[in-house]
């Protein structure tokens, strides 16, 4: 792989970095916004969003679940009319939005009678390709029984689509369909599993203490267990999963009638069967990575993570798989209990030196693996009073990962929950001031060395986790993007965001790789439930943001209502300056907060940045001047419109421009300024500015 460098870059930059330092909270214009709400349960956001993507267009991909009614831009998202018992359906759907936000196509996942269809994971491949995970709780079997397979109805008569005459059972399976970005089917594949007993056979099982305990049943038309994967550049598949097997078979539920459980086996679209056999086998569940060639023509590899105490196991997916672009695996993922439990020792297959001893009732680790999934390192939290203290009740879960390639960072979210208010949080020997917190953790890619972290400075608790468990994190240009849940306020910046004791608010938080806060804004929603952001993309200056919340939320101008017990949503937010790297000028409590534009030496700065009515434009560190009367000075709003304003010369160089007309940026009409300055030598510097927001006064 080939690094850039750095230096060159430093050197042909035009313009190093227009940025603000800091930024209070404020509520900003979103270009547009999209949303829908069906019928939910009141325990389940059936309405809730589970990934996006976007080409190389900024078209974007967004793949979520939705209740029966659901709408979203007038158009119903379950295109046919249902038929049957309808009350309790999940659906899945994927949408394609052009940049403008008009709707490109959708397809969508549906069963009948109260069969739900969930999709659970999507990854755009080399801009040709979606690929997609998801569940069908139903292959069709019975009178007027339907599954709607995005664009294609499957009745009882016909499952060939699905499964092939030769599977050994049909029943519910794991999807993984390949499309081209018009929506179209480029390949599918259903998977599903079964085990075999120490004769080979597949095992068959009496259930006891049933109402019918002398029925039998077999056990190999049962789904996949689905969890997160990812592509590589040869377009092998990884998969993540934490089965159950040894925990439904070993203890003592059922009972083997021709032996004992001695391998899995795997089918791919009912003929392909991949059998393996699993080195250890204690009596709760471990974690294992499958790598498949493309196609799903074979199962090349697989490895095993084992713990002494189960995985943690919400929603059927648990943690995130990602990979580099040299084919690394990343797995961040959590085990423990809640029940007060220490969760004992993880160990690697393969690599026995490579192991976390257990000290936390939960924990999230890190680990990596090159292509051939061997380890390289392994990585986690310390939770207690000192790092070589014992056993804690504490809970720390890993969420989520992203790569920045141009710096080998890698970033994981997480949630710390400490019930010890003695105990700290340590990385590698590094205490962290993050208790009952969300966080990032800022780790080298290559070599796994941590670096920085930042948290959400709530005074009560904050959390990546809500009931959908599915966040995500973006970084670029030494920015790190992420939209947990706080509870009771935050304290970001020397200003202080309150909500209703008790309650949750939400927003977008922006840092830089060394934990500095850059940006808050505040999605102004307040629920009594941990809603964290799920999904976040960026696409050059567009952040495309996906959630879901139980309450109403104000964005800008546009406030959203679910009209059921939750609301999708999804945002495209426009900001010029996520082009450019961040830089952090100073310390946050000095005054005056400054951007700065250094070019040949000389550095235009701009103060106070944010603004409330005046700011200051002046030059450091070199010779050249602006001189009165030959310097021009231009002012653009992010809607491209673009006026000739004046400097009011303030001596030594400097000069005021007075915007106290200007909108804050909290109005439709506010948001960043780019002031554009031109010398008399020709040359012209851009400086970004903002106004202060109205939410903490004039």
Wanted: hydrophobic share 35%; charged share 20%; proline share 4%.
């Amino acid at each position: 792989m080939k690094h850039k460098d750095p230096h060159k870059l430093k050197s042909t930059a035009l313009l190093v970095f227009c940025m603000l330092f800091s930024l209070p909270a404020f509520s900003q214009h979103f270009d547009w916004v999209k949303s829908y709400s069906g019928y939910s349960r009141s325990d389940y956001p059936y309405n809730h969003i589970v990934g996006s993507v976007t080409d190389s267009h900024g078209n974007l991909y967004v793949a979520g679940q939705f209740g029966n009614g659901a709408t979203i831009d007038g158009q119903d998202l379950l295109p046919i009319t249902p038929h049957g018992p309808q009350c309790d359906n999940i659906n899945g759907a994927i949408v394609k939005f052009s940049p403008e936000g008009q709707i490109m196509w959708k397809k969508v996942l549906h069963a009948n009678q109260g069969f739900p269809c969930t999709i659970d994971e999507i990854h755009l491949v080399g801009d040709t390709a979606l690929y997609v995970e998801s569940l069908v709780d139903i292959i069709p079997t019975g009178n007027d029984a339907y599954l709607y397979f995005y664009d294609t109805l499957i009745t009882s008569d016909d499952t060939s689509f699905m499964i092939a005459a030769d599977s050994l059972g049909s029943g519910v399976a794991t999807a993984f369909s390949i499309m081209d970005l018009d929506g179209n089917f480029l390949e599918h594949h259903f998977l599903q599993r079964a085990y075999i007993d120490s004769n080979g056979a597949v095992i068959t099982m009496d259930r006891s203490g049933g109402t019918d305990p002398s029925a039998t049943s077999r056990i190999e038309n049962q789904p996949f267990h689905r969890g997160p994967f990812c592509v590589d550049s040869d377009g092998n598949i990884y998969i993540g999963q934490v089965p159950i097997d040894n925990i439904a078979l070993l203890d003592g539920w059922y009972s083997i009638e021709n032996g004992k459980l001695s391998g899995v086996l795997i089918m791919v679209d009912g003929h392909s069967r991949f059998t393996f056999y699993p080195e250890n086998q204690p009596s709760v569940s471990n974690y294992r990575i499958l790598k498949f060639s493309p196609h799903f023509d074979s199962l090349i590899q697989y490895q095993y993570v084992f713990a002494d105490t189960p995985f943690w196991d919400d929603f059927s997916t648990v943690g995130r798989l990602l990979n580099d672009s040299d084919n690394n695996i990343y797995l961040c993922s959590t085990v423990g209990s809640d029940l007060g439990m220490s969760s004992g020792r993880v160990s690697l297959n393969g690599a026995p030196d490579m192991a976390l001893e257990g000290k936390e009732a939960t924990m999230g680790f890190l680990i990596k693996y090159n292509s051939h999934l061997e380890p390289q390192y392994i990585r986690q939290i310390d939770y207690q009073n000192t790092p070589t203290d014992g056993f804690s009740t504490d809970h720390y879960w890993f969420h989520s990962m992203a790569i920045d390639e141009d710096s080998n960072s890698l970033f994981v979210i997480a949630t710390v929950e400490n019930f010890v208010p003695t105990d700290s949080m340590f990385v590698e020997g590094v205490q962290l001031d993050a208790n009952n917190k969300a966080l990032f953790l800022h780790f080298d890619k290559n070599t796994g060395r941590y670096l920085s972290y930042g948290i959400v400075p709530s005074n009560k608790f904050s959390a990546f986790r809500g009931e959908v468990n599915r966040t995500d994190v973006v970084c670029k240009n030494n920015r790190v993007f992420a939209l947990p849940a706080f509870q009771n306020n935050i304290q970001w910046q020397n200003n202080e965001i309150n909500i209703e004791q008790y309650k949750w608010g939400k927003g977008l938080f922006i840092w830089d790789y060394a934990g500095n806060s850059i940006q808050y804004i505040d999605f102004n929603s307040i629920t009594p439930y941990a809603e964290s952001g799920t999904a976040l993309v960026l696409h050059d200056s567009i952040l495309y943001v996906c959630g879901y919340s139980t309450s109403s939320m104000t964005m800008a101008d546009t406030t959203l209502n679910p009209s059921g017990n939750t609301l999708a949503y999804i945002l495209k937010y426009v900001d010029t300056s996520f082009m450019t790297p961040y830089v952090h000028t100073g310390p946050q409590d000095t005054g005056d907060v400054r951007i700065k534009v250094v070019e040949d030496g000389n550095a235009f700065v701009a103060y106070p940045n944010p603004f409330r009515q005046k700011v200051n434009i002046g030059i450091e560190n070199g010779d050249l001047r602006i001189e009165n009367g030959v310097a021009k000075a231009w002012l653009t709003d992010m809607q491209g419109r673009r006026e000739e304003v004046i400097l009011t010369p303030a001596g030594n160089g400097k000069y005021t421009l007075d915007l106290t007309s200007r909108g804050s940026a909290r109005t439709s009409t506010g948001g960043p300024l780019l002031l554009t300055l031109t010398t008399a030598t020709g040359k012209t510097h851009t400086l970004r500015l903002l106004k202060q927001s109205e939410l903490f006064g004039k």
